[in-house]
C-alpha cells in the first residue's frame, strides 16, 4: 500500500489524500458503535467511535484482514461539533485500534442513522496484499 501525496501538497494529518494498493479486496459495511450482541454501552461518541472501530476490525479478521490493509474509511457522524470537541479522544481511539494513518478517509455530517442511539457508521474498504 502506498500513499498518494502530489508534489507540493502538505501532507495531510490523521489520513491520506489517497492510497494505491493491490491484492485481494475486503469490504466492510457501515459499523456502529454497539457491540457483537447489538447493545449500546454508552451515548458517548468517542465511546461509540471506539467501539465501532473495533467492530470493524473484528469484520476484517473474519475476512483475514487486518486493520494495516485498510485502504479507504467513509465515517458518517451525527453531529459534527460533537465530532470535532471529542476529536483527541476520537483520534486516541483511532490509534488504539487502527493505529496507522495512511488511509484515504472521508467524514460526512448527516442527519440521522438508521439506529437511533448510534452517533456514528464507518465503513471500509481494506486489500490484503497476495
Known sequence: MTALLPPGW???????????????MVFV????????QGLFHTDDLAGQVRQALQNVVD??????AAPQHIVRMTWYVTDK???????????QAFRDV????????????????????????????????Q
Open 10 to 24: 502538505p501532507r495531510p494529518r490523521g489520513y491520506a489524500n489517497g492510497v494505491a494498493a493491490s491484492g485481494r
Open 29 to 36: 459495511a457501515g459499523m456502529i458503535g454497539w457491540d457483537g
Open 59 to 64: 469484520v476484517l479478521h473474519e475476512g483475514g
Open 81 to 91: 461539533r460533537e465530532y470535532l470537541a471529542q476529536a483527541r479522544a476520537i483520534g
Open 98 to 129: 487502527i493505529g496507522h494513518f495512511d488511509i484515504a478517509m472521508t467524514a460526512v455530517e448527516v442527519s440521522a442513522l438508521i439506529e437511533d442511539r448510534a452517533k456514528v457508521e464507518i465503513e471500509v474498504t481494506a486489500v490484503v496484499p
